[in-house]
């Protein structure tokens, strides 16, 4: 089983063999025997490159999980082992490069015996389906499956580029965003419906972007209005480039959660990324926004 798992995570037989100290012909043997056991395929080999099968996706998760629970069970009686193994990790992508990868360099050197799985992406993850220990998710939640540790709130702003407002006038209320282009986040959970403190606006535009850094570059462009996390247009704010516009409608501010599959062990290696992520995000000021007396703290969706 663990020759399985270091194989899909690393690629290959060599690789694995390498990794786990053992000969190449060894692990291919042992993954062989595996699959008899199983009576399923879990690797389809080719001269080049190992995919994995369907049952070879499914199976994987669960050896993984298991593999997991071993060692957390081991290293409990051990106090003094330092975490390792493989740590798989979600995260959005413009709160990644804005804010995770600076923090990746002194926490691999804080952990030397932990290897890190970055998985960068705006798609939605299944933590259960794709075999990742720990997600950042940005918003409400509403999947009682999962536990979450809160690590920033953050607020939403409306910008636009001057020269836009110059030449379309300035929104004085959301439902004025009815006869502006908006710049419309296709990935956003409510897609072209914006949510401010006491409406939600059905937005159009002739621009649809699937990146928060490209919306940012589309405002900076002049080509409309654009919806985002503060943190996302500071930058062009500073230059005088954008302005904030409709700011006392803006909606209660946005958590930030890492995400974690409940009814599984958490292994070693996991608690202590969220301890430091947790620890680095609370000292920044744009993830620490304070909610007002009239806003609930809550999580719900």
């Known amino acids: ?21 053992l000969s190449q012909p060894n692990v291919s043997r042992y993954v062989a025997a595996l699959e008899a056991h199983l009576q399923q395929r879990l690797l389809q080999r080719s001269t080049r490159k190992l995919h994995l099968t369907p049952e070879g996706e499914r199976y994987y998760v669960e050896a993984r999980r298991i593999l997991d629970a071993v060692s957390e069970a081991e290293s409990a009686l051990k106090s003094d082992v330092r975490p390792s193994g493989l740590l798989r990790v979600a995260c959005p992508t413009a709160f990644a490069h804005a804010f995770l990868m600076p923090q990746v360099p002194e926490f691999l050197r804080t952990y030397p015996d932990l290897d890190l799985d970055l998985q960068i992406s705006d798609r939605f993850v299944n933590l259960v389906d794709d075999g990742v220990e720990l997600a950042l998710r940005i918003g409400h939640l509403s999947d ?3 536990r979450a540790r809160r690590v920033g709130l953050f607020t939403r702003i409306c910008v636009a580029e001057t020269g ?9 209320t ?3 965003l009815k006869h502006h282009d908006c710049i419309v986040y296709s990935l956003l959970s409510t897609g072209a419906t914006w949510r401010f403190a006491d409406a939600e606006v059905a937005v159009s535009g002739r621009l649809r972007v699937s990146a928060p850094e490209a919306a940012r570059e589309a405002a900076l462009a002049g080509l409309g209005v654009a919806l985002g996390p503060h943190w996302l247009f500071e930058e062009g704010l500073k230059t005088g480039r954008l302005k904030r516009i409709l700011t006392g409608y803006e909606a209660a501010p946005v958590p930030i959660h890492i995400l974690y599959v409940a009814n599984r062990l958490l292994p070693r290696r996991a608690m202590v990324f969220m301890d430091f992520m947790a620890a680095a995000f609370s000292k920044v000021e744009t993830l620490n926004v304070r909610l007002s007396p009239s806003v609930g703290s809550d999580d719900r969706s």
Do not use: I, K
Request: glycine share 12%; hydrophobic share 35%.
């Open 144 to 146: 009682s499956a999962l």
């Open 174 to 176: 959301p439902q004025d």
């Open 164 to 172: 836009y407002l110059n030449a379309r006038g300035t929104p004085e």
């Open 1 to 21: 089983m663990e020759c399985f798992v270091r194989t899909v995570e690393t690629g290959g037989f060599s690789s694995a063999a390498r990794d786990l100290g």
